[in-house]
């Protein structure tokens, strides 16, 4: 079953620093949300937003539904339609890590939401 939302946790890291995590709850294919991230005393606002993965390529995949628990989030700046990346991951709290150009790294931890 796909899922119809995630929740994302996200952190910055830098050597053996980590900022506080931030748990967001995001729908796939929504508009891009705003999200601040606090390292160091220093301020890092991101734009993220979450889509699914490119369909399966071969027929054993699509029947198998490898897939099927497995979204995408896009990274980028504010004000900036080109992107910093896209970290892609199954929703099984696992971190997946992105650099950043400013030195610190992006961990993103995807999971299946809470009870509403």
Same mark, same amino acid.
Request: a positive charge; aromatic letters at 2%.
């Given at each position: 079953?796909?899922?119809?939302?995630?929740?994302?946790?996200?952190?910055?890291?830098r050597g053996?620093?980590?900022?506080?995590?931030?748990?967001?709850?995001?729908?796939?294919?929504?508009?891009?949300?705003?999200?601040?991230?606090? /390292? %160091?005393?220093? *301020?890092?606002? #991101?734009?993220?937003?979450?889509?699914?993965?490119?369909? =399966?390529?071969? @027929?054993?995949?699509?029947?198998?539904?490898?897939?099927?628990?497995?979204?995408?989030?896009?990274?980028?700046?504010?004000?900036?339609?080109?992107?910093?990346?896209?970290?892609?991951?199954? /929703? %099984?709290?696992? *971190?997946?890590? #992105?650099?950043?150009?400013?030195?610190?790294?992006?961990? =993103?931890?995807? @999971?299946?939401?809470?009870?509403?």
């Amino acid at each position: 079953m796909r899922p119809r939302r995630a929740r994302v946790i996200l952190n910055l890291v830098r050597g053996d620093t980590v900022s506080a995590p931030r748990p967001i709850d995001l729908i796939p294919e929504e508009p891009p949300r705003v999200v601040k991230l606090v /390292l %160091n005393g220093r *301020a890092t606002t #991101l734009v993220v937003s979450l889509s699914r993965p490119d369909p =399966a390529r071969s @027929a054993r995949d699509r029947a198998l539904a490898l897939d099927a628990d497995i979204v995408c989030l896009r990274v980028a700046p504010p004000g900036v339609p080109q992107p910093l990346g896209t970290i892609c991951g199954r /929703l %099984n709290n696992v *971190a997946r890590e #992105l650099p950043l150009p400013t030195g610190d790294t992006l961990a =993103a931890t995807f @999971a299946w939401p809470g009870w509403r």
